[in-house]
Antibody, heavy 123, light 107 residues
Framework: QVHLQQSGPGLVKPSQTLSLTCVIS??????????WNWIRQSTSRGLEWLGR?????????EYAVSVKGRITISPDSSKNQFSLQLKSVTPEDTAVYYC?????????????WGQGTLVTVSS | DIQMTQSPSSVSASVGDRVTLTCRAS??????LAWYQQKPGKAPRLLIY???NLQSEVPSRFSGSGSGTDFTLTISSLQPEDFATYYC?????????FGQGTRLEIK
């Protein structure tokens, strides 16, 4: 059974960087059968996919246009985790952030999710 | 981006009722469609993938159908634990996108 455990601060000041980590158990971040995603949820935007990383002989990164230029997703094979950094945040980035595994090969659903982290952007 | 539209936005029903929720894609997504259940304060839970495949440990009263642009999620006999918000999501086209959700409430 795959388990994703999120950690990171719940309050970030405007213009600063939001940083979250997702520790994986039951699978490997370098697995060729999965992709590792960040998704957020807010009242105004609903569920919004932010980006993912996956390993297929090399690392790949894909990001949503809405956050491209501000977002970095970084895998760490030694710790079996991946992280999210979102720079220059504004109050519009206030949301619950989830990490999620995408099971590749079966129409790619998000089959396992972290518990969610409410991140508030406020001074 | 492919827009996913769910209807109705909310529905009231009673325990034991049969309920059908609808999801429409702005472009064809073949069967690359998943359904999720979300309860307050919790992460979404995968129910259906590939439009009609039941995820492991999901009760058989849940079923999904459809292909292309029109999809349905049916709950054959509502149980108290089924009152939640349901989302559809397409994975056919980049980026993956979600519907706005259907809230299923107790009548």
């Amino acid at each position: 059974q795959v388990h994703l455990q999120q950690s990171g601060p719940g309050l970030v000041k405007p213009s600063q960087t939001l940083s979250l980590t997702c520790v994986i158990s039951g699978d490997r971040v370098s697995s060729s059968g999965a992709a590792w995603n960040w998704i957020r949820q807010s009242t105004s935007r609903g569920l919004e996919w932010l980006g993912r990383t996956f390993h297929r002989s090399q690392w790949y990164y894909e990001y949503a246009v809405s956050v491209k230029g501000r977002i970095t997703i970084s895998p760490d094979s030694s710790k079996n985790q991946f992280s999210l950094q979102l720079k220059s945040v504004t109050p519009e980035d206030t949301a619950v952030y989830y990490c999620a595994r995408e099971g590749v090969g079966a129409t790619n659903p998000f089959d396992f999710w972290g518990q969610g982290t409410l991140v508030t952007v406020s001074s | 981006d492919i827009q996913m539209t769910q209807s109705p936005s909310s529905v009231s029903a009673s325990v034991g009722d049969r309920v059908t929720l609808t999801c429409r894609a702005s472009q064809g997504v073949s069967n690359w469609l998943a359904w999720y259940q979300q309860k307050p304060g919790k992460a979404p839970r995968l129910l259906i993938y590939g439009a009609s495949n039941l995820q492991s440990e999901v009760p058989s009263r849940f079923s999904g159908s459809g292909s292309g642009t029109d999809f349905t999620l049916t709950i054959s006999s509502l149980q108290p634990e089924d009152f939640a918000t349901y989302y559809c999501q397409q994975a056919k086209s980049f980026p993956p996108t979600f519907g706005q959700g259907t809230r299923l409430e107790i009548k």
